[in-house]
Each structure stands twice: as structure tokens, then as C-alpha cells.
């Protein structure tokens, strides 16, 4: 007869390779910044809402509703600055944590995926209201942006787990997949897009069969493996090539002068830089290990 199967007997000298409490720790400056962010999030959230139920009954984006998408907007710029603030101020001080991590991206799949998902649902999806497959799509696509976002972020928190990175190999700091900031960036800067044309009376229809598409593209690019640069390396230590400079300043200027449009052919760019080296990327035989691996 077969012994009945028993627990397996615990090593009471067994050790974690961590400290819950080490990990746990709760450090203010850096988890103050994701606060922030989540406030700057929830509150977006509230206006895309509020926006919403200000168009209901009109064929057009009335004033009142494009003054709140254009806080959403500006809400969700103020969640990427938080975002870059909290990570840059932890690594600074040496005071980063599992319980920031996680903190940080539950804060970021409301700041850069929920509200841009209505973003998208309500208003950058609105030119395709004569189209009414569009129309009864509209929140799927809407939920395949969140879920995408959400993904992106469990799978970040699974690369750059301490347990899993290989003694003896440095990061190369490119991100793998389209960074969730940068995805809601995106999608803020075309909604800022859709207001001005609005606000001068230019037809929005034209945009109707292009905007899905590019959705779903911000979508798939951020659980693809097209690596994007990282800017988490660069500090007052940087040296860079003067074409590079020259590049960032261009970009600088075309958004102070230009705004919407500046913003968003630079968004646009950023997303197709990568994809274009991603393209030209040349493979590596197979069984072959990254001895650079990404974040």
C-alpha cells in the first residue's frame, strides 16, 4: 500500500535570498512621486468621465468637453513626469524596493492604462462614428490597449527581477516593448491633436479608418519584443554625439513652436524609430545568449 503523500518537511535553517521586510520598506520621496502619479491618474480618469456625459446629446466635441479631455491630458503628462521623477530619485538615494516597484506600476496601469483607455473610447475613436463597426468595436479596442498596458508592466516587473538577472551581465537599459509612458504619451498628444482640429472646425472623418489602426499598433508594440531606448541612464555625467544633441534640441523646438503637432510627430517618432531598428536589426543565430540583455 502507498504511503499517503505528506508535505514536504521544512529546513528550519532556510533562509530567504530576501528580506520581507527589506523589501516591504516603504521609502517617503520616491513613493510620494508614484502618489502622484495615481492622483494625477485617477483624477484624468474623472475627467474623461465628466467629458464624456458633457457630449452626450451632440454630434460635435463641445467646448466644455474639450477643456476636460484637454486636463486629462495635461493630468496624464503630470503622471509621466512623476513616473520619471520616482524611479530616478530612488536609484539616486540607493532606496529602491519591491514594495516601490510594484507600487509604481499599479499606479501606472491607471495613469497610462485606464485613463487612455477612455481616452481612446470616448473621444479618439469619436471620428468613427459613421462607421458602425467602429462604433460597437470602440470598447474592445479601448480594453485591448488596457490589457496590453497591463501585460507590459507584469512582464517589465519579471525582467528586471533581481533573482532572475545573470551574475556578471549588465543591462543595456533599452526597454523591451513600447513603454507604457510612452504608449499614453501618444495617445495624449493625438487627442490634443483631434481638439485642435476640432476647435477650428477641420473634418475629423478623414481620420476615421487611420486612428483604430494606430491603436492597435501603440497595442501590440508595447507586449512586442521591439526594444526602445531608455533615458534612465542619462545624468549630468552623459556624453552624447553633437548629431544626437542637435536631434534633442530640433524636438524640443518643434514641440514649443508647433505643440500639438510637435508633440505628436515626435511621439509618432519615438514609436517608429524603434519599430524601423527593430527592422533593420539583424538576428542572432539561434542558441545564442544575450550577453546584453534588455530591461
Known amino acids: 500500500m502507498a504511503a499517503p503523500n505528506r508535505p514536504p518537511l521544512l529546513d528550519e535553517d532556510y533562509e530567504p535570498p530576501l528580506d520581507p521586510a527589506e523589501a516591504s520598506r516603504i521609502y517617503f520621496l520616491p513613493n510620494l512621486m508614484t502618489a502622484g502619479n495615481l492622483f494625477c491618474g485617477f483624477v484624468a480618469v ?22 476636460l479631455f484637454t486636463k486629462a491630458v495635461w493630468l496624464i503628462f503630470g503622471a509621466m513626469a512623476f513616473d520619471a521623477l520616482d524611479g530616478r530619485l530612488a536609484r539616486m538615494g540607493g532606496k529602491e ?24 473610447f470616448f473621444l479618439i475613436l469619436s471620428p468613427t462614428q459613421g462607421y458602425p463597426h467602429f462604433r460597437e468595436i470602440g470598447w474592445l479596442l479601448g480594453f485591448i ?27 543595456n537599459k533599452d526597454f523591451v516593448g ?25 473634418e475629423l472623418q478623414r481620420w476615421a ?3 483604430p489602426v494606430l491603436m492597435l499598433l501603440i497595442a501590440f508594440l508595447m507586449v ?7 533615458g534612465k541612464q542619462i545624468d549630468f555625467q552623459t556624453k552624447t554625439k553633437l548629431t544626437t544633441l ?41 542558441g545564442t545568449p544575450d550577453s546584453n540583455p534588455p530591461m
Open 46 to 67: 474623472i475627467m474623461c468621465i465628466q467629458a464624456n456625459y458633457a457630449m452626450r446629446g451632440s454630434a460635435a466635441i463641445t467646448p466644455e468637453a474639450s477643456a
Open 97 to 120: 524596493s519591491f514594495f516601490g516597484a510594484e507600487f509604481d506600476s499599479l499606479a501606472d496601469v491607471v495613469s497610462f492604462g485606464l485613463a487612455p483607455a477612455l481616452m481612446v
Open 145 to 171: 490597449y488596457l490589457l496590453c498596458a497591463a501585460i507590459r508592466l507584469a512582464r517589465f516587473n519579471v525582467i528586471t527581477h533581481p533573482l532572475l538577472q545573470r551574475p556578471g551581465t549588465r543591462s
Open 178 to 202: 513600447l513603454p507604457v509612458p510612452a504608449a499614453a504619451g501618444t495617445v495624449a498628444a493625438l487627442v490634443l491633436f483631434l481638439l485642435n482640429l476640432a476647435k477650428h472646425e477641420r
Open 209 to 211: 479608418l487611420a486612428l
Open 224 to 230: 512586442s519584443r521591439v526594444r526602445y531606448p531608455s
Open 246 to 286: 542637435i536631434l534633442y534640441v530640433v524636438a524640443g523646438a518643434a514641440v514649443v513652436v508647433y505643440k500639438e503637432f510637435g508633440m505628436l510627430a515626435c511621439s509618432l517618432g519615438y514609436i517608429f524609430y524603434g519599430l524601423g531598428r527593430h527592422l533593420r536589426r539583424k538576428p542572432r543565430p539561434a
